[in-house]
């Protein structure tokens, strides 16, 4: 993707940016601002608090765990402890969809409620673990549901509301419901990012593993860190079921709980956002010796190249002639659908700044269409995100992630089962299958293009009036002002009203909504009344009124 077409020194306005800072907090975004240089390895400055006063893309802890991880999970009650404003924001407002199958719509699908303590000021002073127990059995009384987690905001870790002794409680009680905690305040650690590893680590210890029935499949795989976001696991489900792979559970777009309790059992974990999951698919692999790999489904060829990969790890010519069979089905029209929009979009440029995974996924399929990235970043992901994971044996803990428990997981003396043995996966691994491995971000990035982490307002302003870039892509927060500014965006975390963007049919999609944006002319007509009339100093004038 990277083929090295030139690209502007962002050296300069990287000074320029740095310039309007105090120097302290210019020395410490430098560290986060890096020019790709392939020649070498280069540090890129990530997962550290956002400076204060910086407007920053983040979200908060307490919305990676509850809303990115266990969100997408269909029949678990996500019962939130705390004020309401809390579930406000939390409530329906990411677009992972899901599939309640045979159960109908009513069925075993609460993904569309929304469930809280509602705290008062006299919770906050007197304790709120009564109203967590009945708001527990009331969702319990009326739902009967297989499973309730409980998500503690800011204010439950102030006031130390024990919701894990309150879970253990309640799931005694009923006998029939697993009932568990989630220490995710808001406050902990430095963004949505300890979120997703408190999620993994209770998923971990209340969830998987605990049903043994053994799947009927013959390939048996689970997808880590696909959320269903505008369709796209369905649209990987649909690929996966005509290759013949039979998916246990997908972590946890589309999921049920029995699918999480039974995922155990595949013979192998594919991950796809790394930021969020890995944490499970290494404690799969140490517990109950389950291999995982990285796979992208963004993009056609990505697609394909995914799919291979899983035909090799079997090594059973049947599942490959099958993958051979239905990437020859499939992928001529998508890359039919990537020559019908070169004509207005080969050579345009693009940015990026999303989450933990997308910025870097996206890239391969704007380079399908002949678009170059010139820059990208992630809001909240590691070191490892950025240069691969052969930094992180020399990433410092820092007091903010010391606040993450990190489980000690053995292998289980019943169900540990390699798998493959150390051999296989050794011949495996010389044939080109890299397991536990990412190479990062910075990998596929072509030399002088512009790594920003954590980037804020002013930076992207900034990287908008030098590069001029053709299409702008991060979230809702940002969307407004980088029109207003004349350059179309796309939401990447929400896809705006579109998707699936994942698999063959939603690489299509993409092309067909990218060459939409690049075709209209619309933002570049918008000027700012102040510019019109000529003015050429604006300002706000106001006065008070007595
Ligand atoms: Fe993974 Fe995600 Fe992302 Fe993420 Fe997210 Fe998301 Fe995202 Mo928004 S899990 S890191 S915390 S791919 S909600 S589905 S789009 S920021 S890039």
Same mark, same amino acid.
């Given at each position: ?31 986060? +601002? ?32 509850? !809303? ?14 705390g ?10 407002? &990411?677009?992972?969809?899901? =599939? ?30 009564? $109203? ?13 549901? *297989? ?7 800011c ?14 409680? +309640? ?19 430095v ?16 969830v998987?593993? &605990? ?13 880590? !860190?696909?959320?269903?976001? !505008? @369709? ?6 649909? /690929? ?12 946890? @777009? ?28 290494e404690? +799969?692999?140490?517990?109950? @010796? ?8 963004i ?20 599942l ?25 979009? =080969? ?12 910025a870097?996924?996206?890239q ?6 002949? +678009? ?12 490892? =995100?950025?240069e ?31 798998? *493959? ?8 691994e ?11 971000? $910075? ?7 512009? /790594?920003?982490?954590? /980037?804020?307002?002013?930076e ?14 991060? !979230? ?48 570049k ?22």
């Amino acid at each position: 993707m990277s083929e090295d077409k030139k690209l502007p020194d962002p050296s300069i306005i990287k000074e320029e940016i740095l310039a309007k800072y105090p120097p302290k907090i210019a020395r410490k975004r430098a560290k986060s +601002m890096v020019v790709v240089d392939k020649s070498m390895d280069q540090e890129v400055q990530s997962n550290v608090r956002t400076i204060p006063g910086i407007i920053t893309q983040r979200g908060c802890c307490y919305a990676g765990c509850k !809303g990115v991880v266990l969100g997408p999970t269909r029949d678990i009650i996500n019962l939130v402890h705390g004020p309401i404003g809390c579930s406000f924001y939390a409530w329906l407002t &990411r677009r992972n969809q899901t =599939d309640p199958g045979e159960a109908g719509p009513d069925g075993e699908n609460f993904i569309n409620y929304c469930f809280s303590t509602d705290m008062q000021d006299s919770n906050i002073v007197f304790g709120g673990e009564k $109203k967590l127990k009945q708001a527990i059995q009331e969702a319990y009384d009326i739902f009967k549901p *297989k499973a309730i987690g409980v998500f503690s905001t800011c204010p439950v870790g102030l006031i130390g509301d024990d919701v894990h002794a309150v879970s253990r409680e +309640m799931k005694e009680k009923f006998g029939d419901c697993n009932v568990f905690g989630f220490s995710c305040e808001g406050y902990k650690g430095v963004s949505q990012s300890a979120g997703h590893h408190i999620a993994n680590n209770q998923l971990f210890k209340h969830v998987i593993g &605990r049903d043994n029935t053994q799947p009927e499949g013959k390939y048996n795989i689970n997808l880590l !860190g696909e959320y269903n976001i !505008g @369709g796209d696991a369905f649209e990987l489900d649909r /690929i996966f079921e005509l290759c013949g792979i039979n998916v246990i559970s997908t972590f946890s @777009g589309n999921s049920n709980v029995t699918g999480f309790e039974r995922s155990h059992t595949a013979d192998l974990n594919l991950v796809m956002c790394h930021r969020s999951i890995n944490y499970v698919a290494e404690m +799969m692999e140490t517990k109950y @010796g389950i291999p995982w790999f990285k796979v992208n489904f963004i993009g056609g060829d990505a697609t394909a190249k995914s799919l291979r990969r899983i035909g090799e790890y079997y090594e059973d010519p049947e599942l490959i002639a099958r993958i051979e069979e239905v990437i020859t089905a499939e992928l001529p029209s998508v890359k039919q659908a990537a020559k019908d929009v070169l004509k207005t979009t =080969d050579g345009k440029l693009a940015m990026m700044f999303v989450g933990g995974s997308r910025a870097h996924h996206y890239q391969e399929l704007f380079a399908e269409m002949g +678009m170059t990235t010139v820059s990208a970043g992630y809001e909240f992901a590691h070191r490892d =995100d950025y240069e691969g994971r052969k930094v992180l044996p020399t990433i410092k803990v820092d007091a903010d992630s010391r606040n993450i428990e990190e489980l000690k997981i053995e292998a289980d003396p019943e169900l540990y089962n390699p798998r *493959k043995t150390k051999v296989e996966l050794e011949d495996l691994e010389k044939n080109g299958l890299e397991f536990s491995e990412y190479k990062g971000m $910075k990998n596929d990035m072509a030399d002088q293009s512009l /790594i920003v982490d954590d /980037i804020s307002h002013w930076e992207a302003d900034k990287l908008i009036e030098y590069y001029k870039p053709d299409i702008f892509c991060a !979230g809702i927060k940002e969307k407004y002002v980088v029109q207003k500014m004349g350059i179309p965006l796309k939401q990447l975390h929400s896809y705006d009203y579109g998707g699936p963007y994942a698999g063959f049919e939603g690489a299509k999609n993409f092309y067909t909504d990218i060459e939409r944006m690049l075709s209209t002319s619309i933002w570049k007509k918008l000027k700012a009344p102040w510019l019109e009339t000529g003015a050429s100093d604006p300002c706000i004038c106001a006065e008070y009124v007595a």
